[in-house]
């Protein structure tokens, strides 16, 4: 079994910070990429941002220069540093992990966090 875990979530004023994290656990072998996703209230789950297990990045055009995605692999863990925050960000925030469970896997397979709420608010 896997588990991905969210935290860091709250409500922070316009302007603000705050630092999200995603823990894997579990029967993992290696996780390919990591990411964070975004749902708001009456819209798609969009991409935020996404890294490779070498590091490479991509983001949201919405959210370029704010925010910073980085992972640990050796904790199985994603980090979302977010600046300036805006009332737009305001959000669950899902991360995501493709993870491969055992060396002998054919394939690897996406696992989702429950969730964490962002709120940006004044």
């Known amino acids: 079994q896997v588990q991905v875990v969210e935290s860091g979530g709250g409500l922070v004023q316009p302007g603000g910070s705050l630092r999200l994290s995603c823990a894997a656990s579990?029967?993992?072998?290696?996780?390919?990429?990591m990411g964070w996703y975004r749902q708001a209230p009456g819209k798609q789950r969009e991409l935020v941002a996404a890294?490779?297990?070498?590091?490479?990045?991509n983001y949201a055009d919405s959210v370029k220069g704010r925010f910073t995605i980085s992972r640990d692999n050796a904790k199985n863990t994603v980090y979302l540093q977010m600046n300036s925050l805006k009332p737009e960000d305001t959000a669950v925030y899902y991360c995501?992990?493709?993870?491969?469970?055992?060396?002998?896997?054919?394939?690897?397979?996406?696992?989702w966090g429950q969730g964490t709420q962002v709120t940006v608010s004044s």
């Open positions: 579990g029967s993992i072998f290696s996780i390919y990429g």
């Open positions: 995501n992990a493709d993870i491969l469970q055992t060396s002998w896997a054919r394939k690897s397979r996406d696992y």
């Open positions: 890294i490779t297990r070498g590091g490479s990045t």
